[in-house]
């Protein structure tokens, strides 16, 4: 069956440190990789996707990830992080048109 | 971009009563919306996906007549909590995708939050 497993829970980091949320996929065949975010009290944003071409992509907010087909995995990363990177990240995958499954998430917490 | 509005973004209604919840895009024809609930500190989970013109498919444990969605048009759907209880209070989320083939990154709706009282 088609899954995506996030395997941090929670993660707390203090501002200035840098992020790395692991995101791993079980899909036979074509892919599609997201991350989204949650703010609290706010609604899912897109930080980026990952359809083919260069497995390393930059998404908003200076995150990217890298999607290494040979370790099944798209780990989210970002080189600093802010007090305002404080959510609830998602990842989720889709294969072709179907719908997005989503990962059980991994709430990060930004320290001063 | 790719914009979907969700409309209420929250609701109460009393117990046994049924509630509407509408999704649309605004600037693209979506030929699926896909509907996910999500529990408070969990991840969301697909209910359901809708097909315009034809008839929703359900994930394994929704009940679709508690969870009614027509996918009248290629701009809206819309999920019907019918004889609604404490337990469906939720927060329920839609999504859209192009019928291109080309996908928008899953646009989402801002959410509506369910409560029955």
């Known amino acids: 069956a088609q899954s995506v497993s996030q395997h941090n829970h929670h993660v707390i980091l203090s501002e200035a440190a840098s992020l790395e949320l692991g995101c791993n996929y079980s899909y036979g065949g074509t892919v599609n990789l997201f991350w989204y975010v949650q703010y609290p009290g706010q609604h899912l944003q897109l930080l980026l996707k990952?359809?083919?071409?260069?497995?390393l992509v930059k998404g908003i907010k200076g995150f990217e990830a890298e999607f290494i087909k040979s370790k099944f995995s798209f780990n989210l990363r970002k080189p600093s992080v802010q007090w305002s990177d404080t959510a609830e990240y998602f990842c989720a995958g889709s294969s072709g048109n179907t719908p997005l499954v989503f990962g059980k998430g991994t709430r990060l917490s930004v320290i001063a | 971009g790719a914009v979907v509005s969700q409309h209420p973004s929250r609701v109460i209604c009393k117990s046994g009563t049924s509630v509407k919840i509408e999704c649309r895009s605004l600037?693209?024809?979506?030929?699926?919306m896909f509907w996910y609930r999500q529990f408070p500190k969990q991840s969301l989970m697909l209910m359901a996906t809708?097909?315009?013109?034809?008839?929703?498919?359900?994930e394994q444990g929704v009940e679709k007549d508690k969870f009614l969605i027509n996918h009248a048009s290629l701009t809206l759907s819309t999920l019907t909590v019918t004889s609604a209880h404490p337990e469906d209070s939720s927060f329920y989320i839609c999504?859209?995708?192009?019928?291109?083939?080309?996908?928008?990154?899953?646009?989402f709706g801002s959410g509506t939050r369910l409560t029955v009282v």
């Open positions: 990952y359809f083919s071409g260069d497995p």
């Open positions: 600037d693209f024809q979506a030929t699926t």
């Open positions: 999504s859209a995708s192009s019928p291109s083939g080309q996908i928008y990154g899953y646009t």
């Open positions: 809708s097909n315009e013109g034809s008839k929703a498919t359900y």
